[in-house]
């Protein structure tokens, strides 16, 4: 069963600076996604709001939430407030664009982070569905188009089917998992997994010795 | 994983237990930690709530920095010590603690999402006015913040903890029906009691529209902490009294969900509807922002 809320953190937490969970905490948490998800530094950085978050965003603080979280920020950490300053001091061009339309991933608080620099882009698309907690339905990276269920925990591994196999039964020995897919390309494979729980820090680094381009949401 | 009322309140009569300890174990077994873990994560939490409680009323206070909200809870201890509150101190106190944390939210200050920063007063206000009223422990503070975390996580999975889905009614209104279920179970009530408060204190708040002033978590969000706090305390009080919603907890919640999704986007969280779009409303928009936003 694939639910948003695994855990009574999700609801008494998280600790945060304020002043919304699902546009600030959560603005951030997405943008940590895009940072999970690009591994790098970026050089360009355009963010697409719609609805609500096209609406409120300058009032809930979710620009400089959303730029913290692709700067590798917790939610509680105190530069959050200060992160749109301590990116453009590293060179990195930010834009923030109010669309007017609806949200294409049909959410009323999506943001669309786009992350470039000289090596690659890419292009997450998120929603804050409220308390800090957070769906990822799109994601373009490597070639991929891959379009997640939007619940986290998400688990996306390039490689092969002997690759899958392996993933397949180090995952079983720590949680179900709900889904999966495959995407191809002329380039090889991605798998996504839709987990049932939250793996812990530990449990995701042993997995990602074997695959350098893991990707845990 | 508990997605409905029924089958916390059936489990915690079947196993003798109560709430928070099935929470518990339900946190355990889908984390993979230990009960220290998990306990020590939740006294963490409650810190930050009582750093927060106290934080707004000490001296003269917090301000945010549009000036729209702060100050507020220094008033109300003011207020409080002249003893001559029309509804109580204990009821006072709860209003003081709840302002007090959205204070310290609204002024970009630390807080502990319960479940939302919107709504981040509501919980505190009942646990730390509890504090005193019924001399609990730090140990049972912990437990009151479990078994409202069970609740809201059938909430959230079932309707929205999110005013821009669902309205304030999903924020405020989420946050005291936790808060009026858990002040029930650590009075001494049983399951079905704080069930019955539950779906009282959501009844109560049903159709509370979401529509902050500036887009702002300010106007009216800090005071609507004072109702929900309110409200549960009320909510728990008629439930230890006995009486009844009649119509079920888990009825309320899919009521919940239903009147969120049919509410206007206007009164989403988009700053457009209701007290936002009163003159003032758009007046103080204008001076913040200097400009009017695009129509939804």
């Known amino acids: ?217 | 994983m508990y997605m409905s009322v029924a089958d916390l309140v059936a489990d915690s009569v079947a196993k003798s237990k109560p709430v928070y300890e099935l929470m518990i174990e339900q946190e355990m077994a889908t984390s993979n930690c230990t009960r220290e873990e998990v306990w020590h994560t939740m006294s963490r939490n409650l810190d930050v709530m009582e750093a927060a409680v106290k934080k707004g009323a000490t001296g003269d206070g917090v301000y945010s920095t549009t000036g729209l909200t702060g100050g507020e809870a220094v008033l109300l201890k003011k207020y409080r010590q002249k003893g001559k509150t029309l509804s109580g101190d204990t009821m006072m106190q709860a209003v003081q603690n709840a302002i007090s944390t959205n204070e310290v939210n609204a002024a970009m200050g630390v807080v502990c999402a319960t479940p939302t920063a919107g709504s981040t007063g509501t919980l505190p206000g009942v646990i730390f006015t509890l504090k005193d009223r019924l001399d609990l422990s730090r140990d049972q503070m912990i437990q009151f913040l479990f078994t409202a975390g069970a609740y809201g996580m059938v909430i959230a999975n079932n309707a929205s903890i999110a005013g821009a889905t669902g309205g304030c009614q999903a924020e405020v209104g989420s946050a005291s029906a936790m808060g009026a279920a858990a002040a029930v179970e650590i009075a001494g009530g049983t399951a079905e009691q704080s069930s019955e408060a539950l779906a009282m204190a959501i009844s109560n708040l049903l159709g509370l529209v979401c529509d902050p002033v500036a887009g702002l978590v300010e106007l009216p969000c800090v005071k609507r902490n004072a109702i929900g706090v309110g409200n549960a305390l009320i909510a728990a009080d008629m439930a230890l009294a006995g009486c009844t919603n009649k119509i079920p907890a888990d009825e309320v919640i899919g009521a919940m969900d239903r009147v969120g999704k049919g509410l206007p986007k206007a009164l989403r969280e988009t700053g457009l509807g209701g007290l936002a779009a009163t003159p003032t409303g758009i007046r103080m928009k204008m001076k913040i922002f200097g400009k009017t936003q695009t129509k939804a």
């Open chain 1, 1 to 217: 069963m694939t639910v948003n809320y695994k855990s009574v953190f999700d609801i008494i937490g998280p600790i945060m600076i304020g002043p919304s969970s699902s546009h600030t905490a959560g603005a951030c948490a997405i943008g940590r996604a895009a940072n999970s998800i690009f591994k790098d530094k970026p050089m360009d950085i355009v963010i697409h709001y719609y609805e609500s978050f096209a609406q409120t965003h300058k009032g809930h603080g979710t620009d400089y939430a959303i730029i913290s979280g692709i700067l590798g920020f917790d939610p509680d950490d105190s530069r959050v407030p200060y992160a749109i300053g301590l990116a453009r001091d590293q060179g990195i061009n930010i834009t923030f664009i109010e669309e007017p339309g609806d949200s294409p991933i049909n959410h009323p608080n999506t943001a669309i982070i786009d992350l470039k620099n000289e090596h690659k882009q890419v292009s997450v698309s998120g929603c804050s569905i409220g308390g800090g907690t957070i769906e990822i339905r799109e994601i373009h990276m490597d070639g991929f188009d891959i379009k997640p269920k939007g619940p986290l925990p998400i688990l996306l591994v390039q490689g092969g089917e002997d690759d899958h196999q392996n993933v397949t039964k180090q995952l079983a020995d720590l949680t179900k998992v709900n889904a999966h897919q495959r995407y191809q390309t002329t380039k090889g494979n991605m798998y996504e997994y839709d987990l049932d729980r939250r793996l812990k820090h530990d449990e995701i680094e042993k997995m990602a010795k074997d695959y350098s381009k893991l990707v845990y949401l």
